[in-house]
């Protein structure tokens, strides 16, 4: 939709979902639907990323720029689409 509008050339579009999620309920969803036997291991955020270096300790997709252009909504859940992507990696 966006590689082939004309009015998305030079256009920021965020696209997600408007539910918020941790990275580490993110992971542990990810281990779960893979039935991985990893594990999480907490670092430190100075430790792995040093000194003064500034991140966003929460992030929320503003998705009503593609609603408001495109008419677009998420349809697929979080679930949904971790399925959809270890589907794709097994074939």
């Given at each position: 939709?966006?590689?082939?509008?004309?009015?998305?050339?030079?256009?920021?579009?965020?696209?997600?979902?408007?539910?918020?999620?941790?990275?580490?309920?993110?992971?542990?969803?990810?281990?779960?639907?893979?039935?991985?036997?990893?594990?999480?291991?907490?670092?430190?955020?100075?430790?792995m990323f040093?000194?003064?270096?500034?991140?966003?300790?929460?992030?929320?997709?503003?998705?009503?720029k593609m609603?408001?252009?495109?008419?677009?909504?998420?349809?697929?859940?979080?679930?949904?689409?971790?399925?959809?992507?270890?589907?794709?990696?097994?074939t």
């Amino acid at each position: 939709m966006l590689g082939t509008n004309s009015n998305a050339n030079g256009e920021v579009f965020n696209i997600g979902s408007k539910n918020e999620i941790s990275m580490l309920s993110l992971a542990k969803t990810v281990i779960t639907q893979t039935k991985s036997k990893s594990q999480i291991k907490l670092i430190p955020y100075i430790d792995m990323f040093g000194n003064g270096f500034e991140d966003m300790m929460r992030r929320k997709p503003h998705i009503n720029k593609m609603n408001e252009c495109f008419d677009w909504r998420p349809t697929v859940s979080l679930e949904n689409s971790i399925d959809q992507i270890i589907k794709f990696f097994k074939t």
